[in-house]
């Protein structure tokens, strides 16, 4: 009997006790998992090794894209290599959340997502360039951000003849920009008097076809791998008929002189043959297609509007961009069929993100421009897309290109 008393005693203290102990231990516990979670970042590496990517025979540009209420960006409006213009969430652009909750989805294979830490260290001492417009810098930024999550002492650069980039000294790892929107040089020259009886003429933009700009003409020792493009400058907006191009070669104007159109195929032929005889045979080369613009109701500067709540639907992209339906963004397909027509046969591979970006009416600034007056100056922006954003879906496309790559050659 006083066996049992002492025995139901302590029982009684084991249990007033346990209580106690419970908070003790587990409260202290949840407190420490809590405060690491802060520290976290938006999304967290899976691996820091790369993985082989898909097979050659993997198309990555065809496919759809699918609802994911899971999906979160890798970065945020804080990255310090943003541009305001297209930071749409310190802009406080409408629908962020569901523009990028949508997850593009090959055909036949799946489209893994960039491990920073993983692809930086792959690309360990190595460099990356983009050259071209600024739907290049615009790659440019969604990558710089994203490589920056491995990274946060990274650091702004513009050495070699850069625009901007960075440098990510953990890994000695270089990605910089250099813009060339017509990848040729081409300057300025005021009307001359010979030209009095041209009427409105104002001046020429000369182009001199067979040598490059300066700002890329001499980077190709230092970049492993390089990303061109040209295409949204080559129209009668951004060169009307007062301020025409005229084109040159071997110093000599082109007789009879050529077109626009003309003039760029002629452009392409030439930055192509020096791109392929002047640079290393071991740099990897890539020339991403046309970024396709979204219109609706006029051009960017008829009050063109891009306020769509979700990406279009298959059948109705021919309506938007097949040039036989004369709509306002057809040239994108019809500059792509010039630029993959001169590819044919280079070792410069295409990046051809032209059809999954048709999909993404959703996805651009739109309105949301960070400055007051911005839309009644410049128009909606229905051209460059939102950060983060689609483009961070091109990133992983090129990084799961570029991995097995840099594996093989080492």
């Known amino acids: 009997m006083v066996l049992q008393c002492h025995v139901s005693r302590r029982s009684e203290m084991a249990s007033k006790l346990t209580p106690k102990l419970f908070s003790w231990l587990i409260l202290p516990t949840l407190l420490l998992i809590f405060l690491y979670s802060l520290s976290l970042p938006l999304y967290a590496p899976t691996s820091p090794?790369?993985?082989?990517?898909?097979?050659?025979s993997c198309n990555l540009f065809?496919?759809?894209?699918v609802s994911d209420p899971n999906r979160r960006p890798i970065y945020d409006e804080s990255c310090p290599f943003h541009r305001n213009a297209w930071n749409c969430l310190r802009n406080q652009r409408e629908n962020m959340g569901r523009i990028n909750s949508w997850k593009w989805m090959p055909d036949k294979c799946d489209l893994t997502r960039i491990d920073p830490v993983g692809f930086l260290g792959s690309m360990r001492n190595k460099n990356i360039g983009f050259v071209g417009d600024s739907l290049n810098e615009n790659f440019l930024i969604s990558f710089l951000c994203t490589l920056r999550v491995a990274d946060s002492s990274a650091k702004k650069w513009k050495r070699k003849g850069a625009w901007r980039g960075a440098y990510f000294p953990k890994f000695n790892v270089t990605v910089g920009y250099h813009r060339a929107v017509l990848l040729a040089k081409y300057e300025w020259q005021p009307k001359q008097l010979d030209d009095s009886n041209q009427d409105g003429l104002k001046g020429r933009y000369r182009v001199d076809?067979?040598?490059?700009a300066d700002?890329?003409?001499h980077i190709g020792a230092f970049y492993n791998v390089l990303v061109f493009n040209t295409g949204h400058w080559w129209g009668?907006?951004?060169f009307p008929k007062e301020t025409p191009l005229v084109f040159y070669k071997a110093g000599q104007l082109i007789q009879p002189p050529l077109e626009m159109f003309d003039g760029l195929k002629v452009v392409l032929e030439n930055m192509i043959a020096f791109i392929e005889k002047e640079l290393p045979e071991e740099t990897l080369k890539f020339w991403r297609l046309q970024s396709p613009r979204h219109f609706q109701g006029g051009d960017w500067n008829q009050n063109g509007s891009c306020t769509v709540d979700g990406p279009l639907d298959e059948l109705q992209l021919d309506l938007w961009f097949d040039p036989r339906y004369n709509g306002v963004n057809k040239e994108a397909r019809q500059l792509n069929h010039l630029i993959e027509e001169v590819l044919?046969?280079?070792?410069i591979r295409s990046l051809d993100l032209t059809?999954?970006?048709e999909f993404r009416a959703d996805a651009h600034p739109a309105i949301w421009l960070g400055k007051k007056d911005a839309v009644s100056v410049w128009g909606q922006d229905c051209m460059h897309w939102c950060l983060p954003g689609v483009p961070d879906t091109w990133?992983?496309?090129l990084a799961q290109l570029i991995t097995p790559h840099i594996l093989e050659t080492g």
Do not use: M
């Open 395 to 397: 990133v992983d496309i």
């Open 215 to 217: 700002d890329w003409a």
């Open 344 to 347: 044919k046969g280079t070792t």
């Open 49 to 56: 090794k790369p993985k082989i990517p898909i097979s050659p």
């Open 236 to 238: 009668f907006d951004k």
């Open 355 to 357: 059809h999954l970006s």
């Open 62 to 65: 065809k496919g759809k894209w």
């Open 209 to 212: 076809v067979d040598i490059p």
